[in-house]
Nanobody
Framework: QVQLVESGGGLVQTGGSLRLSCAAS????????MCWFRQAPGKEREFVAA????????YSADSLKGRLTISRDNAKKTVYLQMNSLKPEDTAVYYC???????????????????WGQGTQVTVSS
């Protein structure tokens, strides 16, 4: 049984930092692309960043790339999202997701991710 468990969310002031973690179990972690999505109130779930088994990464926008860093530790079966210079518009539930490497060509598409965590709330106060 595959499980993805996020942690590290919380309340932070504008300009602050958080590091989200997602611990995976029940899968061969090094065979999977790992991803972070987020969903703000009243909005659809959107792609944030993804990272392949070899560390190759992609971000939804250059603006996010400058503030967010996705990384992974295959030995610990954990993916991270370091978030700096947080803004109120970053407020959302952040979800970890996983998909197999066969979907590498579509790794920003929500529909290819078949394993999801329960989400962790990030709230940025102004």
């Amino acid at each position: 049984q595959v499980q993805l468990v996020e942690s590290g969310g919380g309340l932070v002031q504008t300009g602050g930092s958080l590091r989200l973690s997602c611990a995976a179990s029940g899968l061969t972690f090094s065979d999977y692309i790992m991803c972070w999505f987020r969903q703000a109130p009243g909005k659809e779930r959107e792609f944030v960043a993804a990272i392949k088994w070899d560390g190759d990464s992609i971000y939804s926008a250059d603006s996010l790339k400058g503030r967010l860093t996705i990384s992974r530790d295959n030995a610990k079966k954990t993916v991270y999202l370091q978030m700096n210079s947080l803004k109120p518009e970053d407020t959302a539930v952040y979800y970890c997701a996983a998909t197999s490497r066969q979907y590498a060509s579509r790794w920003t598409a929500k529909l290819v991710y078949n394993y999801w965590g329960q989400g962790t709330q990030v709230t940025v106060s102004s």
